[in-house]
């Protein structure tokens, strides 16, 4: 099988090299020229993915018509963001037979739509009929370790996703299979919204109790967004839902938990994002989705008050306090 990632940052790295050692010729395009050069080189993402060393099956590439053309199945983790510009630009290049993944998790700001309705819009019906998403619980560093990590691929076909369950399984990374793509989809974006909450609560000294509410009013949240989309809620009692969730709102490798955290402590969100190297995707879907909750008319609390210390400058203890003092209500609602 030929296969071609798109985005060599730390996940899309450490898929490309576990594909590369099951035996796959595998193409990894990055954006940046010079870290092309330093992987042929040294045989390591330096920038992203820095001590673990990368597969020699593994090409490296700067032209991304070179990484789409003449694919069996052709990986996608750009960041969210950047999707649409990134795809639109590999569209001509793909074979109408290529298997297409989605790895990357957010929620496109200007439109507010996920990254299935965003390729839906940009792709070939053919290609659309054959995007699968992969989502869950999974740290690349600890992926790229080899340590047992569950994940899910989420297609509109049965058949779609177990094909890319058969790729990407291996002795330590165990792949299932769903049809909720929107659910898995929203599982994978809204968490890190919640990560920057829990984050934000670690930073100013809160303890487990506060945490374990977030995280447990966090998925309410994520589920009620979810349903208003259409999405399954049991979608979201799984890997792509709570699995994520618990993971990126616990893990000292959660960038979203890391930048709220310095939230929490006080420091402007400017310099936090200054001295980062990888993208915290929940900075711009708490953005997309406090809109996206407005637009539907669903309540979204921890999504209000994270946007509101994000973008209006909102005091993070003044933030918790307006959540404590909200109506009381049944659990439930």
Not at 252 to 265: A, C, P, Q, Y
Not at 300 to 307: D, F, K, L, R, S
């Amino acid at each position: 099988m030929n296969i071609g990632v798109i985005g060599a940052g730390s996940w899309g790295t450490t898929l490309a090299n576990l594909l590369a050692k099951k035996g796959y010729s595998v193409t990894l395009w990055a954006y940046e020229e010079d870290l092309v050069a330093r992987m042929r080189e040294g045989g390591e993402n330096d920038l992203y993915l820095p001590g673990i060393k990368l597969s020699a099956n593994l090409a490296f590439t700067h032209d991304l018509p070179e990484a789409a053309t003449a694919k069996d199945l052709l990986l996608l983790v750009p960041p969210s963001q950047l999707m649409r510009r990134v795809m639109k630009q590999a569209s001509p290049h793909i074979a109408p037979q290529t298997l297409l993944v989605s790895a990357s998790k957010g929620i496109e700001t200007e439109t507010l739509l996920p990254m299935s309705s965003v390729l839906a819009e940009i792709l070939p019906r053919e290609l659309v009929q054959n995007l699968t998403f992969l989502s869950g619980p999974s740290f690349a560093r600890e992926v790229a370790g080899e340590m047992p990590t569950a994940v899910v691929a989420a297609a509109s076909e049965p058949s779609v996703a177990q094909r890319v369950q058969d790729v990407f399984s291996t002795d330590y990374f165990r792949v299932y299979t769903n049809e909720d793509i929107i659910g898995v989809e929203l599982g994978g974006a809204l968490k890190n919204v919640m990560a920057l909450a829990a984050g934000v609560s670690d930073g100013l000294g809160f303890g487990y109790n506060t945490r374990a509410a977030l995280i447990t009013r966090g998925l309410a949240e994520m589920t009620r967004i979810g349903m208003a989309l259409g999405a399954n809620p049991a979608t979201f009692a799984g890997l792509a839902g709570m699995g994520d969730l618990v993971l990126t709102c616990t893990g000292d490798l959660s960038r979203n938990r890391t930048v709220g955290i310095e939230l929490g402590r006080g420091r402007p969100l400017k310099d936090i994002l200054e001295g980062m190297k990888m993208v915290a995707e929940g900075v711009q879907t708490t953005e997309s989705t406090y809109h996206l909750a407005k637009k539907l008319g669903v309540e979204a609390p921890i999504t209000e008050q994270m946007y509101k210390i994000l973008y209006e400058n909102k005091g993070a203890l003044r933030a918790v306090n307006d959540l404590m003092l909200r109506e009381l209500k049944p659990e439930g609602k």
